[in-house]
Nanobody
Framework: QVQLVESGGGLVQAGGSLRLSCAAS????????ICWFRQAPGKEREGVTC????????YYLDSLKGRFTISRDNTKNTVFLQMNSLKPEDTAVYYC????????????????????WGQGTQVTVSS
């Protein structure tokens, strides 16, 4: 079965850390740019960070630079999102997605244009 599965979400206090994982099955992540998106209640989905398929070049939402780090382990067919110094405003459902397009185009795609999406994992940061 071809799918992306996120894990690692949960409830954490402000200032804490979480590490999200995005594991692929049924296909190899080698040829894909991976992006993490998040969507908070009542808000639009926003692109958090992406990592390129080719050189591992990464994009980050400006407000998250220095707190979030994306990495990939192609041997494990998994992408990680390390989130530090979490704030209540980081509360959202976090989704990973895969598409072969470069990140600057990936972020402009409609949901239906992206090859694969995970089911999402809830991150809740309490104050």
């Amino acid at each position: 079965q071809v799918q992306l599965v996120e894990s690692g979400g949960g409830l954490v206090q402000a200032g804490g850390s979480l590490r999200l994982s995005c594991a692929a099955s049924g296909f190899s992540l080698d040829g894909y740019t991976i992006c993490w998106f998040r969507q908070a209640p009542g808000k639009e989905r926003e692109g958090v960070t992406c990592i390129e398929r080719s050189d591992g070049d990464a994009y980050y939402l400006d407000s998250l630079k220095g707190r979030f780090t994306i990495s990939r382990d192609n041997t494990k067919n998994t992408v990680f999102l390390q989130m530090n110094s979490l704030k209540p405003e980081d509360t959202a459902v976090y989704y990973c997605a895969a598409d072969p397009t470069p990140w600057y185009h990936f972020l402009l795609l409609d949901r239906g244009e992206v090859d694969y999406w995970g089911q999402g994992t809830q991150v809740t940061v309490s104050s």
